[in-house]
């Protein structure tokens, strides 16, 4: 057999051969003996991979799973419990059974063998056809033991399947070099100069606006120098001008003040589109072109410490932005899998942003007296409600910086763990290990309480467990997702909580909404006349059984008396846009708010089980405002505008 290269990747080898040839020698030689081990923990424990007593640990949950009926092999659950990698796995796998993990870096795929396979199969099963010889199709998978494919591949080719384990993070580019060198070469060569010119004046134009983006110019106009000297070539992971291309993304995210950037990629010749989310809307940000699609999510899976040889399956991971030489910012980064083999990445910037101070986040002044004094009484139930990403944990923070003196014992189950603060204990839950929001609970009751906070009641279980530590001297806060705070006891009451005792422990429900603050330095002023005021006037009053002529115009009194001029004049605002805002006309977001506190006529609604409108109107009729009363109520003092408002509130 001919010498086969061997490049060294941390404590396994893979093998590099040189042609089809050295690789058919390969697949046809008798296996070397590898190890003596008896059992995969046995092949761990022998590479100095696994500790003996986290095997017998493993081995001790896996007779407990077997015990409930469930069946699941050792190295799943070695993977699930942390104690191994999936990359350390397979690398065991390998050498305990004599297997060889494959580089494609120098192989030119047979094309008879490529003929076999289509390409929307290769790419969205992750296999790369190598080698047709006689009766035998060579195959490089990113698993080899699933049989299911394995079977839709003997279907398709005809063949009898030699499968072979990929080398990680190669499967994707050799996927792509191979079907285009074999299929359609001609019109990938053709379209890519365009798409490549196409896309570099698209990140021009894109960064040209944005003169502090200096660093991501050069670094695209490196890389696209480089992409001119070898056009057919696919982009690596490890390419220096693209890592620090993705390390300029997520610092102008960081400037930008983004929440979350989105990186979407399309087939060949399509660009690979990065948009980030500020202020709530996404703003198309760059376009690549299409050759950097497979190395950009390989890079990002790297830096989030994913396995970047899989591509059929979402995964979720972090990124501590500080390793990499950036400011303290983690990202939490999910990869979604989409058609044709690819993958859209979406990171989320969690600053580690320390609480706002409770009268900083948008309350009324209203609203935030009776918060806190609902929060003074040493136990009850509080709930904080409304739909993703509008600020209920921040919300949840700032009511706790002003509950944590060290008098208290406050603990928190969250997932993730977004906001810190001194003196908390805070606990990240983990799903696949059995550690959830309802098993944190339990614990906590356990552990002398004072506060307890629940990043989401996302079951009955949870709900019915938070609800009997609020009864049992705790203060409970917590988060549910639900439109409005009459809709949340309606929704409690449906996943089955107990009418008499959720009755006896709410305290107060506060819903919020998120939205886009003006911008102080071009907002213009313009004089609202009638017409504008009694149409903001109906709206005011369209939840409650008042919407009447004379209550618009006691209404419109009121508002000339508080927000007006001298003589009775209104100034609204409206949006210009500056560089400030970068032509927005927003700059930054702020709550509107809704808070019902648990009185008795509340009480009698719920062991009632009412429905979420009587609620409403009983909570109207005790002084509640809604989340649109009290954006109007920003909008007259001239912090946003009425758009915003009605988009927030348009339930």
């Known amino acids: 057999m001919a010498d086969i290269p061997v490049q060294d990747s941390g404590s396994s080898q893979y093998f590099e051969p040189c042609n089809t040839d050295e690789l058919w020698d390969l697949v046809t030689s008798p296996h070397p003996v590898v190890g003596r081990a008896r059992h995969l923990g046995e092949a761990l424990i022998n590479a100095g991979m696994l500790q003996p007593n986290d095997l017998m640990q493993s081995l001790r949950f896996q007779q407990s799973e077997r015990d409930r009926g469930r069946q699941r092999p050792i190295g799943q659950i070695l993977a699930e419990l942390g104690l191994v990698s999936q990359d350390q796995l397979r690398q065991a796998i390998a050498v305990w059974l004599g297997d060889y993990v494959v580089h494609p870096g120098r192989l030119q795929p047979d094309p008879v063998a490529v003929a076999l396979v289509p390409r929307t199969v290769a790419e969205r099963e992750s296999v790369l056809p190598l080698l047709a010889r006689d009766d035998a199709l060579v195959v490089l998978m990113a698993d080899p033991s699933d049989r299911t494919l394995l079977d839709e591949l003997r279907f398709l080719s005809q063949r009898r399947l030699v499968p072979l384990q990929a080398a990680p993070g190669t499967l994707m580019p050799a996927i792509a070099k191979a079907y285009s060198v074999h299929t359609d070469a001609p019109k990938e060569a053709s379209t890519n100069g365009a798409v490549r010119n196409g896309a570099a004046g698209n990140a021009s134009a894109a960064t040209a606006a944005r003169p502090s983006s200096q660093e991501l110019v050069s670094n695209l106009s490196n890389m696209a120098a480089e992409s001119d000297a070898v056009a057919t070539d696919v982009v690596t992971e490890s390419d220096n001008t693209l890592v620090r291309l993705i390390n300029s993304i997520i610092d102008e995210a960081i400037a930008h003040r983004a929440s979350d950037i989105h990186i979407e990629t399309e087939p060949a010749p399509g660009n690979v589109r990065v948009r980030l989310r500020i202020d709530g809307d996404l703003v198309p940000y760059l376009e690549l072109p299409a050759r950097f699609r497979y190395a950009m999510v390989a890079r990002i899976k790297i830096m989030a410490t994913m396995d970047i040889a899989e591509h059929r399956k979402p ?160 203060l409970v806060l917590s988060t549910l997702h639900t439109n409005s705070a009459p809709e949340s006891i309606a929704r409690l009451l449906e996943i089955g909580l107990d009418p008499f005792n959720f009755s006896d422990s709410l305290l107060a429900i506060l819903a919020q909404r998120l939205v886009r603050r003006l911008c102080t330095q071009c907002r213009e002023p313009h004089a609202a006349n009638l017409d504008t005021l009694q149409a903001m006037a109906s709206q005011y009053l369209d939840s409650s059984a008042a919407n009447s002529a004379d209550a618009r115009d006691a209404l419109i009194a009121r508002w000339r008396k508080t927000y007006g001029k001298e003589d009775g004049s209104i100034t609204l605002w409206r949006r210009q846009g500056c560089a400030q805002c970068e032509s927005h006309g927003y700059r930054g977001r702020m709550g509107i708010h809704e808070l019902m506190l648990s009185d008795e006529p509340i009480r009698q609604h719920i062991r009632h089980r009412s429905s979420a409108t009587e609620i409403r109107l009983s909570a109207l009729a005790a002084g509640m405002q809604t989340l649109r009363q009290d954006g109007i109520e920003k909008v007259l003092q001239g912090l946003t505008d009425m758009s915003e408002v009605t988009a927030a509130t348009n339930l």
């Open 315 to 474: 995964q979720d991971g972090k990124i501590d932005f500080s390793r990499f030489g950036g400011p303290p910012v983690e990202l939490r980064v999910v990869t979604v899998p989409t058609s044709r083999g690819l993958e859209d990445v979406v990171l989320r910037l969690l600053a580690g942003a320390k609480p706002l101070p409770l009268e900083n986040i948008g309350l009324s002044p209203a609203n935030l007296h009776a918060l806190r004094e609902v929060v003074k009484k040493p136990y009850g139930l509080v709930l904080v409600v409304g739909p993703t990403g509008c600020g209920k944990t921040t919300t949840l923070h700032s009511v706790i910086r002003d509950l944590n003196t060290s008098s208290r014992k406050i603990w928190t189950a969250e997932d993730p763990i977004e906001i810190t603060q001194s003196g908390l204990r805070q606990v990240q839950m983990n799903a696949r290990i059995g550690w959830t929001f309802a098993a944190a609970m339990r614990t906590f009751l356990r552990a002398d309480p004072d506060v307890i906070m629940i990043g989401e009641m996302r079951d009955e279980e949870t709900a019915r467990i938070a609800i009997e530590a609020s009864l049992t001297g705790h």
